[in-house]
């Protein structure tokens, strides 16, 4: 197999326009290199700029040392590659999930944060495409573990060559029609020397079982093509469910209500209730993507939901994952969470203070916020003493690179839950707000490490005197 094979698909499918800035989301292993190697291929006839992003699960020992490998590739490609550390066992423990799944929801966010980072500095949104390595075989893999696992008709159409993000960036898989064969080929006519995970030949993970026993079972015991057979099938259902899908799109737009501030999605079954199954089914599957639980829930949670739409009883509820409740209160079906509210901890303090910038040194390993004094003090000139650490209040806004954003929504748009958005504070002078502290309860790894700047009175190399805002340890 020639080395064009793989560039000439990547091509043809068109699923990459010209002059995109393209995240590349690389493991190192054989796929993501073939991928990353074959872009660079391209990159300067299609006017690419590619930002190769690297995750480490922190699961392996030897996952570090795999990452320095993979910075050398991509030094040697001309290409600045970025690391990124998230323990998905943590993450696994804490959300009650998989470590598969956490690690599949930590990689989609941290390259919606790439992505979000390069709208920010100048790249238009329709600009920017997250390319990802997923071949043939793991089509045929994807089909047959949610087939076993349980799955409607959406699921058993695979994985979509093209999707958007839950940040609305394109997710493109410019390999999913390449065996895997062909890009171990490609990456011995082209000597690269990707990593080599050897959990993969383990058999912990059901995938890995559907990959390394299953499959060799099913080809030397019932069909040899058996991965043919599946990825067709994805393909016939991905058409049928398609159109079944932009049917049910129609009433879901009419008949679905969203309040952002309640986090609640509201669905009215009046005209839903001559609908038949297949339409409803979806409408409903749309929600839980809404509601992004569409990973989470079962077979049994779908049913259950969509006899709701066609039963005499005026009121009943059902209880799906994440802590998230669907009533029927007569002619509506209303999905919330049902949480208690966190407060917020009346522990912390801040110590703000005023310093020349040669003497600004602060501690890297504690959270703090800086910003130029004197910029500062022309707006609010005298006003230090004003600066407070609080809560949200209606009208509060922090400052962007282009305007601004109401804290209601970034709170939305950083995933932090209803019952945990008033416990997120705040360093505010008016309504204006500095700083928005670290919380646990951000989706993103790194508003939980160090929280939100306003970039207004960023540093610069003029900067004389420096606002320094650290938490006071000593209440």
């Known amino acids: ?119 920010e500095n100048g790249v238009p949104a329709d600009k920017i495409v997250i390319a990802l390595a997923h071949n043939a075989d793991d089509q045929a893999e994807t089909v047959l573990f949610r087939l076993i696992r349980g799955t409607g008709p959406h699921g058993l159409a695979g994985i979509p060559a093209a999707r958007l993000s839950e940040a609305g ?36 993970y059901t995938r890995n079982r559907i990959r390394n026993e299953l499959i060799p079972y099913l080809e030397k015991n019932y069909n040899p093509k058996i991965k043919d057979n599946l990825r067709r099938y994805a393909n016939l259902a991905y058409m049928d469910d398609s159109l079944l899908r932009d049917i049910a799109l129609s009433d879901y737009i009419d008949c679905v209500e969203i309040s952002g501030e309640n986090e609640e999605a509201v669905l009215d079954i009046t005209r839903l209730k001559d609908n038949p199954p297949a339409i409803n089914s979806r409408i409903v599957s749309l929600i839980f993507e809404l509601l992004r639980l569409e990973d989470s829930v079962t077979f049994e ?37 049902e949480e208690e509210s966190i407060k917020a901890d009346e522990s912390i303090a801040i110590y703000p203070r005023v310093l020349m910038a040669k003497e600004f040194a602060p501690d890297e390993e504690q959270p703090y916020a800086a910003f130029d004094f004197d910029a500062f003090n022309e707006e609010y000139p005298g006003r230090i003493g ?20 109401k804290i209601q929504d970034l709170l939305v748009d950083s995933k932090v839950r209803k019952s945990a958005r008033d416990s997120i504070l705040m360093v505010c002078i008016d309504s204006e707000v500095l700083w928005v502290l670290p919380s646990e309860f951000f989706a993103g790894e790194n508003e939980r490490a160090k929280g939100r700047f306003s970039p207004k009175f960023h540093i610069t190399d003029s900067t004389k005197r420096v606002l320094l805002i650290e938490l006071d340890e000593s209440i």
Do not use: W
Not at 23 to 36: A, E, K, N, Q, T
Not at 308 to 318: D, N, R, V
Not at 394 to 402: I, N, R, S, T, V
């Open 169 to 204: 960036y394109l997710i493109v898989r410019p390999l999913l029609s390449v065996e895997r064969k062909d890009i171990e080929a490609y990456i011995a006519d082209n000597k690269l020397k990707p990593n080599i995970d050897k959990s993969n030949d383990e058999n912990t």
């Open 1 to 119: 197999m020639k080395r064009n094979y793989i560039i000439d698909t990547i091509i043809d499918n068109g699923l990459i326009p010209p002059a995109s800035a393209v995240i590349v989301g690389v493991s190192g292993g054989p796929d993501s290199l073939c991928l990353l190697h074959a872009l660079n291929s391209i990159a300067d006839m299609y006017d690419m700029i590619l930002v190769p992003v690297h995750v480490n699960h922190l699961l392996r020992p030897e996952a570090h040392e795999e990452s320095m490998h993979l910075g050398d590739i991509c030094e040697r490609m001309d290409l600045d590659l970025r690391i990124y550390e998230a323990s998905c066992k943590d993450v696994a423990d804490e959300l009650g999930i998989s470590v598969e799944e956490a690690g599949r929801q930590v990689r989609y966010q941290i390259f919606d944060e790439v992505a979000a980072e390069l709208e």
């Open 301 to 337: 949670n779908m049913s259950a939901i969509t006899g709701l739409i066609y039963s005499e009883h005026p009121s009943a509820g059902i209880d799906l994952p994440y802590g998230i409740r669907a009533r029927r209160e007569y002619d509506k079906i209303i999905f919330s969470a």
């Open 386 to 405: 004003d600066i407070k650490l609080r809560t949200r209040r209606e009208g509060d806004y922090l400052p962007m690179k282009h305007g601004s954003k």
